[in-house]
């Protein structure tokens, strides 16, 4: 990555519980959030036929990105699900428009009989996504899946360091990698749907499995890209997705087995005919 880079973004859909000054300030803030402790600036930009790094938009249950990803659940409604976005290089970020957003802390209407979502807290934690980190361990951390619940607004440390690995290399950190030494390499073409499962015996007790991605730990499925289901992991393969996943299965909090694979994806044939 750059040490500098400029990111355009653009709202392409409004909430219907919003009104359009209040959620552009939503989202301003949220991105300003990640441009204060990144070497990273935003630009809105409202002119639709121009292309953005990152599309924002708030929409209903069966919307574009359900159909095209084989991994991607559509949004259900009330509750539930309030948002998700695309990991790098898609840069998208879809908000549930059945729900109520406001410019606010989120809290319950007992005159409505709904809970009032915080666009501020949930944008920034999306834009975290479309910029490309997973999610975090840190309980503090706005990137943690948690933080919705917990009303985590602010960037703790550790999404500091993570935003600024991914945008202007620290010498300072260094990245464990836990995968054993016999890793299986697989090829596979862009966009295909690859599978793996941790272990090979089938117990009564299913065991306790850990899964990572070049080292780091992954603590949910990455909606459109990973589902993680106990021992069984699916991704689609694509250039984010790149890299060395590994998992461990731990029995009285020893490592009894662990496995590796490398995912490559297959060069594409040049349409170049001369």
């Not at 859909?13 to 552009?24: A, G, I």
């Not at 708030?58 to 309030?82: I, R």
């Not at 070049?214 to 984010?240: C, H």
Request: proline share 6%; aromatic share 10%; net charge neutral.
């Amino acid at each position: 990555m750059n040490a500098v880079e400029n990111v355009n973004d653009m709202i392409t859909k409004f909430p219907n519980t919003l009104n359009k000054e209040d959620t552009h300030k939503a989202i301003s803030i949220a991105f300003t959030k990640w441009s204060d402790v990144s070497p990273l600036t935003f630009t809105e930009i409202t002119d639709l036929s121009t292309s953005a790094d990152i599309t924002i938009g708030f929409y209903t249950y069966n919307h574009t990105d359900c159909w095209l990803s084989p991994l991607h659940p559509c949004f259900d409604g009330l509750n539930g699900e309030l948002a998700h976005a695309f990991l790098p290089p898609r840069g998208e970020i879809h908000f549930d428009n059945h729900e109520f957003w406001i410019l606010g802390k989120s809290r319950f209407s007992w005159k409505q009989g709904v809970w009032l979502n915080d666009l501020v807290q949930v944008a920034a934690h999306e834009i975290g996504h479309a910029l490309g980190l997973w999610h975090s361990q840190d309980p503090n951390a706005l990137m943690h899946p948690n933080a919705t619940y917990t009303g985590q607004r602010n960037i703790a440390q550790d999404d500091i360091w993570g935003i600024q690995r991914l945008y202007e290399p620290l010498d300072a950190v260094s990245t464990p990698t836990p995968h054993p030494d016999n890793v299986k390499i697989k090829i596979v073409p862009r966009g295909k749907v690859v599978g793996f499962r941790c272990g090979t015996k089938n117990t009564k007790v299913p065991p306790k499995v850990s899964w990572y991605k070049d080292g780091e730990q992954l603590l949910t499925s990455i909606p459109g890209y990973i589902v993680i289901k106990e021992r069984d992991m699916r991704l689609v393969a694509n250039e984010f997705n790149e890299g060395t996943y590994t998992c461990r299965i731990h029995r009285r909090g020893n490592i009894v087995s662990a496995n590796s694979w490398a995912i490559r994806l297959k060069p594409e044939r040049s349409s170049n005919n001369s």
